[in-house]
């Protein structure tokens, strides 16, 4: 079934499409386990962003997926999903342990470059909630800009992460014209 992918993408600048391309060729050598194939369909979930419009009882399934998974290579993949899963399903704390976990895993790996971009965006989308964790978040996101180039869905996230900059100086600007008063 692999094999038949590349056939039948149609437009080879459609992210998703070269996105699926990409992973149809690693399983070509390597046959995927139907707990990856569930995975996987939850990163597709997440990199589309859908997952803000799950509700609780659709999310919480999402979590047993993430439990099944026991292939190491997969952890950091995980972590990240479980981490936007425990947000959306507003349980900060464990979101940030999830994604902080994600970051540690996925150190040194060369494959999937797209999580530390994603996992410091959501992050820091957690940590502008808090006026105390604002800078925090401010430097997530400025490393991303920064540091992340030539990654899945860049431009996607590069929209996200210009559009969460320009909300947190449009609310430090209030607080400082406040201040000169």
Same mark, same amino acid.
């Given at each position: 079934m692999f094999r038949k992918v590349p056939?039948? $993408? !149609?437009? !080879?600048? #459609?992210? $998703? /499409?070269? @996105? *699926?391309?990409r992973r149809a060729e690693k399983f070509k050598k390597l046959k995927p386990t139907q707990e990856h194939c569930r995975l996987l369909t939850l990163e597709m979930i997440f990199l589309w962003h859908a997952m803000p419009t799950c509700t609780a %009882? /659709?999310? !919480?399934p999402f979590l047993s *997926?993430? &439990?099944?998974?026991? &292939?190491? #290579?997969?952890l950091p993949l995980k972590c990240l999903l479980e981490g936007s899963i425990y947000k959306e399903l507003? %349980? &900060?704390e464990m979101a940030l342990t999830c994604l902080q976990e994600a970051l540690a895993r996925h150190q040194g790996k060369k494959d999937d470059i797209y999580i530390p971009? @994603?996992?410091? @965006? %959501?992050?820091?989308?957690i940590l502008m909630k808090n006026e105390q964790t604002i800078p925090e978040a401010q430097a997530h996101l400025q490393l991303i800009k920064d540091s992340y180039k030539d990654y899945d869905f860049e431009n996607r996230l590069s929209v996200r992460v210009n559009n969460a900059l320009k909300r947190l100086k449009a609310t430090a600007r209030p607080a400082t014209t406040q201040n000169v008063k």
């Open positions: 056939s039948l $993408i !149609k437009r !080879k600048n #459609n992210q $998703i /499409e070269a @996105f *699926v391309s %009882e /659709e999310l !919480k *997926v993430c &439990d099944s998974q026991t &292939d190491h #290579n997969l507003g %349980e &900060d971009a @994603f996992t410091l @965006f %959501e992050m820091a989308s």
